[in-house]
């Protein structure tokens, strides 16, 4: 069965630096979310999207946007990153209130 | 604000025990939660879930109690074996209409020793 896909894997950025994380849904899915987990901690929400629109928005820094496409894949754009940025990144998708999946996630090292 | 915790931080069982992972909540108008197993790299994998109708559910090997009463949860695993071994998040599904999220505990390292 189809899962979330997440790209890159593994990214290194360096200081003040841009990152675009990439997230593809389970297809027929209509709602995207995106969580950020430090390391030894619980995935802290950042951002979701309902039917590509923003539908709930968590402790995601003003340096961090995303947005959802046509084609329901999202994208996390995370400018001027810091060291603290370092983290997993997941997104997970859902049907409405449904199970929510994860993908692999995304592992961010700022340097 | 309100949130969602564990009580154990670490857990460590033989192979074969049984496994009980505490939670407790403390948003008294929850109503769906939702047990995470999470290994090392890996994205968080759905375990078992619960609705505030009910106060047992089981799958295979485990088993969610929800005690409404004093706002805990907990995860029982049956013959606990190596494969077992991660990190395990209770979260609550929060939200209205069709805005949702998942709220995530902090989690419980859980080590099978062979």
């Known amino acids: 069965a189809a899962g979330v896909i997440q790209s890159p894997r593994h990214l290194i950025k360096e200081k003040r630096e841009t990152a675009t994380l990439k997230c593809y849904p389970i297809p027929r899915h209509d709602t995207v979310y995106w969580y950020q987990q430090g390391p030894g901690q619980d995935p802290q929400f950042l951002i979701s999207f309902y039917e590509k629109m923003q539908s709930d928005k968590g402790s995601i820094p003003d340096r961090f946007s995303a947005q959802q496409f046509s084609d329901y894949h999202s994208e996390l754009n995370m400018s001027s990153l810091e060291l603290g940025d370092s983290a997993l990144y997941f997104c997970a998708s859902s049907v409405g209130t449904g199970e929510t999946f994860f993908g692999q996630g995304t592992r961010l090292t700022v340097v | 604000g309100e949130s969602v915790g564990l009580h154990l931080p670490t857990l460590s069982v033989q192979e074969g025990d049984n496994s009980i992972i505490n939670c407790a909540y403390s948003n008294s108008a929850s109503d769906y939660f939702i047990w995470y197993k999470q290994e090392s790299g890996k994205g968080p994998q759905f375990i078992i879930d619960?609705?505030?109708?009910?106060d047992k559910r089981q799958g295979q090997r485990v088993t969610v109690l929800l005690n409404k009463t004093v706002k805990h949860l907990s995860l029982q695993i049956a013959a606990t074996q190596p494969g077992d071994s991660a990190v395990y998040f209770c979260?609550?599904?929060?939200?209205?209409?069709?805005?949702?999220?998942?709220?995530f505990g902090k989690g419980t390292l859980l080590t099978v020793n062979p």
């Open positions: 619960i609705r505030s109708n009910m």
């Open positions: 979260a609550e599904n929060i939200g209205q209409g069709s805005n949702y999220k998942l709220t």
